[in-house]
């Protein structure tokens, strides 16, 4: 167990997870998505650019792009892009299987499930569901909170309370592994304290920073 860990990560009752970034990365296949429909818009969308979908919400990711291409579409334009992008997405990670987990995370939460810890999913994607089905680790959540459960996406604290509440546990009971800003932020937001899951340049205000679940196992 790192050095680093508090008394405040040992006594919390419910562990909040973030997905994307921290059991498993398909932030690959976010990209692979968003480029090629960029490329279909006529311009290149780089990983520089990617950078800024970190953590934000389906719709805001696609205004972010068109912004960087300088193009302007209506809703209904802009919602049949959305599909398009989910589309290539799914078809990208109905392939993926345990491999992709990263290091720890099944370990990790294994540890928490033995000490009597509640777990939650706390994630602003749709597809979550079917994410964690192909990893193979659906049984290991007591509560999953999702994209198809919450209307507000990070920095708005909804997301947490919500799986706080599914757990049957206060926020203060609960702690949030995180790996972008706007996490870190709706955990605060939320009264919960925020593991990141990164480097601190990037997750300055984490009340804890790791590189990944392997140094908490």
């Not at 398009?84 to 990263?102: F, R, T």
């Not at 964690?132 to 920095?155: C, N, Q, R, Y």
């Not at 899951?197 to 300055?204: R, S, T």
Request: aromatic residues 6%.
């Amino acid at each position: 167990m790192s050095e680093q860990k508090n008394n405040w990560l040992e006594q919390a009752k419910g562990a909040i997870f973030d997905l994307d970034g921290v059991i498993v990365d398909t932030a690959k296949y976010h990209y692979l998505a968003w480029k090629w429909l960029a490329s279909e818009l006529g311009f290149d969308f780089t990983e520089k650019d990617n950078e800024r979908l970190k953590g934000v919400s389906r719709m805001r990711s696609l205004d972010i792009l068109l912004e960087v291409g300088g193009i302007t579409l209506d809703e209904a334009r802009k919602e049949e892009l959305a599909a398009q992008k989910n589309q290539l997405y799914v078809d990208y990670i109905s392939k993926i299987d345990e491999n992709e987990l990263l290091p720890g995370a099944k370990a990790y939460m294994l540890g928490l499930k033995e000490r009597g810890v509640k777990i939650s999913l706390g994630s602003a994607s749709k597809n979550a569901g079917l994410i964690l089905d192909k990893l193979g680790i659906t049984e290991l959540f007591d509560a999953i909170v999702d994209g198809t459960k919450v209307a507000k996406a990070k920095p708005d604290p909804e997301v947490f309370l919500l799986a706080a509440q599914e757990l049957g546990l206060s926020a203060a009971e609960c702690v949030v592994y995180e790996d972008a800003l706007a996490g870190i932020e709706a955990a605060h937001a939320a009264g919960m304290k925020a593991v990141g899951i990164g480097e601190a340049h990037n997750l300055p205000d984490a009340d804890m920073l790791v590189d990944g679940l392997h140094q908490l196992v």
